[in-house]
Nanobody, 123 residues
Framework: VQLQASGGGLVHAGESLRLSCVVS????????VGWFRQAPGKEREGVAC????????YAVDSVKGRFTISRDLLKNTVYLQMSGLKTEDTAVYYC?????????????????WGQGTLVTVSS
């Protein structure tokens, strides 16, 4: 099982980024995959998760309406489209897979993790 996150970078507040998570070693259609982030000095938190039937959960109120999670089963890829970025979105973003079909979007429920991609939003 592997997850490869990419797409991070340095942007100004208000700009957009799209993160990609390419998965391998398992069937994306049968497992939940989520995006999580960890800012300096803070705990890792769930951002958005997607599961069977494209069911989505946005775990952070501040990203609702700005971030969109989606997946492409043919490309084995999960995306996080981030718009209207704010300085407080600065963090390392990780994608992870849940093999136990847990509800919610909580980091401790996820079993396999990618390496993370840094998103830095400047004012």
């Amino acid at each position: 099982v592997q997850l490869q996150a990419s797409g991070g970078g340095l942007v100004h507040a208000g700009e957009s980024l799209r993160l990609s998570c390419v998965v391998s070693g398992f069937a994306l259609r049968y497992h939940n995959v989520g995006w999580f982030r960890q800012a300096p000095g803070k705990e890792r938190e769930g951002v958005a998760c997607i599961g069977s039937g494209d069911r989505t959960i946005y775990a952070v109120d501040s990203v609702k309406g700005r971030f969109t999670i989606s997946r492409d089963l043919l490309k084995n890829t999960v995306y996080l489209q981030m718009s209207g970025l704010k300085t407080e979105d600065t963090a390392v973003y990780y994608c992870a897979a849940d093999f136990e079909d847990n509800s919610g979007c909580r980091a401790h429920r996820y079993d396999y993790w990618g390496q993370g991609t840094l998103v830095t939003v400047s004012s």
